[in-house]
């Protein structure tokens, strides 16, 4: 396994925590983006607690000049991006007759803009140096959609079209574009629905259970690989067995 320079973001969420952990444990060297100083500084203490060193720089995904200076920090400190986890993600749940304005906007942004905002500073420097792996972490409800998610199923299913558009424009340049799509994993997210809603939620998983961040941070590395260059466009489904369609 080369090692590369990977930039997680929201890294320090529950999914992406597992994502940094995974990826710095196949020897990549690991930065992440944070917006609240204090909060990104106990999880760095608490990573650097079980052994793990990641680079912290701020910004907000949703905000196109922050991410290219979130971008530009990173290339400061480890070098030229060669992995892009667009992992970053809101809720702002309604059902769509009473869904605001914002929060139409604030999950369009941070969930589908975001990508366009942190891929687009990588994108160059990943064609002219012929390599590298775009990861987007998506949803099931992208692909089933989800009632009272009209907003978070728009963003995560054009994260896919997304995907599949950046897998054909850059193949031949050896840069791989896939998604993953979640179901539902154990983290605040998801741990933030009332437990009558989450039993019923897993009652209709087949496994029986909500996955684990970690099953998720697996399926990332599986596109990472070196050995994953004939797979790009790709949508892995881990979720359980809840939704086998596309
Ligand atoms: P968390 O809420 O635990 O983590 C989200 C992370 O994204 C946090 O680090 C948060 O930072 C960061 N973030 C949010 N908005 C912004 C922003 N504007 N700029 C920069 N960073 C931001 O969520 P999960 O770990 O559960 O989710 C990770 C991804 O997986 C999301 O895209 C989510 O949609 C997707 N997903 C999750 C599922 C689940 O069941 N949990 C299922 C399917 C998909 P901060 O601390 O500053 O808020």
Same mark, same amino acid.
């Given at each position: 396994?080369?090692?590369? &320079?990977?930039?997680?973001?929201?890294?320090?969420?529950?999914?992406?925590?597992?994502?940094?952990?995974?990826?710095?444990?196949?020897?990549?060297? &690991?930065?992440?983006?944070?917006?609240?100083?204090? @909060? =990104?500084?106990?999880?760095? *203490?608490?990573?650097?607690?079980?052994?793990?060193?990641?680079?912290?720089?701020?910004? $907000?995904?949703?905000?196109?000049?922050?991410?290219?200076?979130?971008?530009?920090?990173?290339?400061?400190?480890?070098?030229?991006?060669?992995?892009? %986890?667009?992992?970053?993600?809101?809720?702002?749940?309604?059902?769509?007759? @009473?869904?605001?304005?914002?929060? +139409?906007?604030?999950?369009?942004?941070?969930?589908?803009?975001?990508?366009?905002?942190?891929?687009?500073? %990588?994108?160059?420097?990943?064609?002219?140096?012929?390599?590298?792996?775009?990861? *987007?972490?998506?949803?099931?409800?992208?692909?089933?959609?989800?009632?009272?998610? !009209?907003?978070?199923? =728009?963003? @995560? !299913?054009?994260?896919?079209?997304?995907?599949?558009?950046?897998?054909?424009?850059?193949? /031949?340049?050896?840069?791989?574009?896939?998604?993953?799509?979640?179901?539902?994993?154990?983290?605040?997210?998801?741990? !933030?629905?009332?437990?009558?809603?989450? $039993? /019923?939620? %897993?009652? *209709?998983?087949?496994?029986?259970?909500?996955?684990?961040?970690?099953?998720?941070?697996?399926? %990332?590395?599986?596109?990472?690989?070196?050995?994953?260059? +004939?797979?790009?466009?790709?949508?892995?489904?881990?979720?359980?067995?809840?939704?086998?369609? +596309?």
């Amino acid at each position: 396994m080369t090692s590369r &320079v990977a930039l997680v973001t929201g890294g320090t969420g529950g999914i992406g925590t597992a994502i940094c952990k995974r990826l710095a444990k196949a020897g990549h060297r &690991v930065a992440t983006n944070y917006r609240n100083e204090e @909060k =990104a500084r106990a999880w760095e *203490q608490a990573m650097r607690a079980e052994g793990f060193e990641f680079t912290l720089v701020p910004g $907000d995904v949703s905000s196109p000049e922050d991410a290219e200076a979130m971008v530009r920090r990173v290339e400061e400190a480890l070098g030229p991006v060669e992995v892009l %986890v667009n992992n970053a993600g809101i809720t702002r749940d309604s059902t769509f007759h @009473k869904m605001t304005p914002q929060q +139409w906007t604030d999950v369009i942004t941070t969930n589908l803009n975001a990508c366009y905002n942190v891929t687009r500073p %990588v994108i160059e420097g990943m064609r002219e140096r012929k390599w590298g792996r775009i990861v *987007q972490i998506s949803s099931i409800n992208g692909q089933k959609g989800q009632y009272g998610q !009209a907003n978070y199923a =728009a963003a @995560k !299913a054009g994260m896919h079209g997304f995907t599949i558009s950046l897998a054909q424009e850059n193949a /031949k340049l050896g840069i791989t574009v896939n998604t993953v799509s979640p179901g539902y994993i154990g983290t605040d997210m998801v741990m !933030a629905v009332p437990e009558a809603v989450r $039993d /019923k939620i %897993v009652a *209709q998983i087949p496994t029986g259970r909500l996955g684990t961040p970690e099953e998720i941070a697996y399926s %990332v590395a599986f596109f990472v690989a070196d050995e994953a260059a +004939w797979i790009t466009g790709a949508n892995l489904a881990a979720n359980g067995g809840q939704y086998m369609g +596309w």
